[in-house]
């Protein structure tokens, strides 16, 4: 996250297959319409046999059981990544599985990149036929959302990568790995909730090209096993209708000819959710406001209108910045302000009732200082400068390459010691807080530009970026950085809350100034 260094990122934690939906609201408040995502990568969690090469206890520990247990979280998670993903958008699911004997058809159907597999390399593969992790699960899904969802052929990408197609037909074995099933009418009634009609090759197999499936082999290409399905959502898999209050999706009653329950069709406290019908909307439950202080972040929009005229005050903020996107965990008071991408605040304004567990959302663009300053208290990110500096005119101190590097060297430089004439000069009539130095020289000029966060004291000026981009930047400029003082001076105590930032880290090299994020 810290080399990315994005405004539009934002990592959530959650069950994958209980994200919920949100929904927006135009801005006079007359339409709802649902948030959803344009790529959705589903990785979901498997058995893991096609790492089988650097984990050894694979070998040991694998059995069939391990495969059905995870069968209803990969069906939610996929049904879920279905829901969430927009129209005409796509969901890639895969795993690091291949499941035993998955791979003894590759000779039978022909593929553009197929490769014959020598099946005894892996004799402990052939004690069963059954695909309960790949497979099955694209299958089931597809028949839930057959009116919206297919496969599509990627044959012709990455021709060089040697695969193989995906299975229209395999068995299923017990966890006591004693009988082998080839359709459900085999199993025995008291079984059939064990091993449901979702784990079973479909009737339609062809139909559904579920040999454009994709099967990577360890031996192929020396490299692990993976499975890889990419799906098209095609049409909305549900029309939304718009929603009177509220932030889940709205509830619809299940159609009398709904498929019958599959493996993953769960209940959450009572309801139907990610595992609903493709003809029935989006059942997201209702989230328990807890009395304790949550661990998630809500970020909101920050409405002290006085803080943020002081911003723009101190910092000579352009009136083209988009303030609406400074958000911060208090609409009031913060110590850290995020800047965050146009999409990123809506998703952040839908979340009203804090459904989503908010970890991480955009780039720290300022934070509160801990030692009183009488100009003003907020201070400059590293991180979030590239963002800003296109519209700052004030507390901006451009230095040469020998303040610069002498800054680098040894993290602070007293103000009578500057070389640069103008900035020696300017420095002298600013007031005492941040300041951004960026290098005056003509080989790093525009998107080359190379700055560091500072602070501006009584007699001297302090470095406030970490001990990584310090590093780098020495790199980058031949500086032998001088080790650490047991003495600081007076001016450097304000910068112990960079201690913070050299424990994150940051960019290796600092990012070139852009325009915010649309």
């Not at 934070?367 to 901006?396: A, H, I």
């Not at 130095?437 to 001297?460: C, H, K, N």
Request: with cysteine; aromatic share 8%.
């Amino acid at each position: 996250m810290k080399r990315i260094n994005s405004p539009s990122l934002v990592v959530l934690h959650h069950e994958a297959q209980k994200i919920p939906m949100l929904w927006s609201r135009s801005e006079d408040g007359s339409e709802r319409r649902p948030l959803r995502y344009d790529r959705v990568l589903a990785d979901v969690p498997c058995s893991g046999d096609g790492t089988m090469r650097k984990n050894c206890d694979v070998w040991k520990k694998w059995t069939p059981a391990m495969g059905m247990g995870l069968h209803r979280t990969q069906i939610q998670i996929l049904s879920r990544a279905v829901e969430l993903t927009e129209a005409g958008g796509v969901v890639v699911y895969s795993t690091c599985s291949m499941n035993p004997m998955e791979v003894l058809p590759c000779s039978a159907r022909p593929h553009p990149n197929a490769t014959r597999v020598a099946c005894s390399m892996y004799p402990w593969l052939m004690r069963a036929a059954w695909a309960v992790q790949n497979e099955s699960v694209v299958a089931w899904v597809l028949k839930k959302f057959s009116h919206c969802l297919r496969i599509e052929d990627v044959s012709e990408q990455l021709p060089a990568l040697k695969r193989c197609p995906g299975l229209l037909t395999w068995k299923v074995q017990d966890k006591k790995e004693e009988k082998f099933w080839e359709n459900p009418a085999a199993v025995p009634d008291a079984l059939k909730q064990m091993y449901p009609l979702s784990m079973f090759p479909p009737d339609d197999a062809a139909e559904m090209h579920l040999e454009r499936c994709v099967r990577v082999l360890p031996h192929h290409q020396d490299t692990g096993a993976f499975f890889i399905t990419k799906l098209r959502k095609f049409a909305d898999h549900n029309p939304p209708k718009a929603k009177p209050e509220g932030d889940a999706a709205p509830a619809a009653a299940k159609p009398a000819d709904a498929a019958p329950a599959a493996a993953g069709d769960v209940k959450t406290e009572g309801k139907t959710e990610e595992g609903a019908p493709a003809g029935s909307a989006e059942k997201v439950a209702e989230p328990k406001r807890s009395q304790k202080k949550s661990k998630y972040e809500i970020l909101m929009p920050i409405k002290d209108k006085g803080l943020i005229d002081r911003l723009v005050d101190f910092y000579g903020i352009k009136d083209t910045f988009p303030l609406s996107q400074l958000f911060s965990s208090s609409e009031t008071t913060s110590n850290k302000i995020y800047f965050v991408a146009a999409a990123v605040k809506e998703m952040l304004a839908a979340d009203g009732k804090g459904q989503m567990h908010t970890v991480h959302a955009g780039v720290k663009m300022f934070e509160k200082n801990p030692t009183k300053n009488e100009t003003f208290d907020y201070r400059l990110r590293q991180e979030g400068v590239p963002f800003l500096l296109p519209y700052m005119t004030k507390r901006v101190l451009k230095v040469g390459l020998e303040d610069f590097k002498t800054l680098i060297g040894k993290r602070a430089l007293p103000m009578t010691d500057l070389k640069t004439p103008s900035a020696k000069a300017e420095c002298a009539a600013m007031a005492s807080g941040c300041v951004l130095f960026l290098l005056d020289s003509p080989e790093y000029q525009g998107t080359r530009s190379v700055f560091m966060a500072g602070w501006r004291g009584t007699a001297q000026l302090t470095l406030f970026v970490s001990k990584m981009e310090i590093q780098a930047l020495s790199h980058k400029f031949k500086v032998e950085p001088v080790p650490d003082s047991k003495k600081e001076a007076p001016e450097a105590k304000a910068g112990e809350a960079a201690k913070e930032e050299s424990a994150e880290g940051a960019n290796p090299e600092p990012t070139a100034p852009a325009e915010p994020a649309a």
